[in-house]
């Protein structure tokens, strides 16, 4: 068993504060939006709440942001610009989420300091922090202030559109933490990935039989 050092502090801390707040997020955003439904707190502290968190999210992005930025590490977020290898790499990736996990059948991908990710944690990773959380945030801080923003708001069709994709951002984040948290757990133990997210060292089973194929 070797252990390697995968997940460097800034990341670490970028991680967790990001996930708790997403968590809080999403509590206080279901009972603004569906007060009759939803009634942790005031709904005037549920906003405020919101608001706040989302900003503090905001700023953490550019943790996690300027150290990959500033440091080697972003080899780890590097697309594979072969697609036929990178189709292969997923299409084995998703065989063995999907069949060969369940024979207890080795993982397809063999992480290093610089490939971290497998070929699906690679893509998915991409469009969740470059795509998806961007416009998430982009279109809370429009929300926040639709007076100020209203200019802005009009560009892209209005308070309705907005508040839609902010919403709809928000159903793709829910699912995702629950994919993204069971996926985590497919380590070679259950705990291996978050333990890894903790102390910043991966465990790496030696297999001596296996072939390293991605
Ligand atoms: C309860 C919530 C969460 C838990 C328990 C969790 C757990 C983990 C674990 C164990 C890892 C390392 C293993 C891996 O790469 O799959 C990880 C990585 C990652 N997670 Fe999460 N996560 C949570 C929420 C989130 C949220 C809300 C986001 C984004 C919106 C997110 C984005 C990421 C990203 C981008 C990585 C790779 C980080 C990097 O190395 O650059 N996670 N997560």
Redesign the pocket.
Known sequence: MQKLY??PLP?RI???T??????LLIASGLQIRYLDLFQWLSFRTAVIAHNWIGFVLIVNFFV?FGF?LLSD?IK??HPELSPSKYFRASFRQLQFYGYGIFRGDPNPHHPSAYR??NAL?SM??QI??ML??PMQFFTGVLLWDVTRFSSVIEVFGGVRVVDTVHVLLFIV?SG??IV??Y???L?HTRSA??K??LTGYEEIEDEPTQKASS
């Open positions: 995968i997940n990341v970028w991680h967790w990001n996930a708790l707040g997403f968590l996690w990959y590490k780890v977020y971290k990710f944690q998915m990773y969740i922090m998806l959380v984040f995702f933490i993204h948290v996926l985590a757990s380590g990935h978050f890894a997210m």
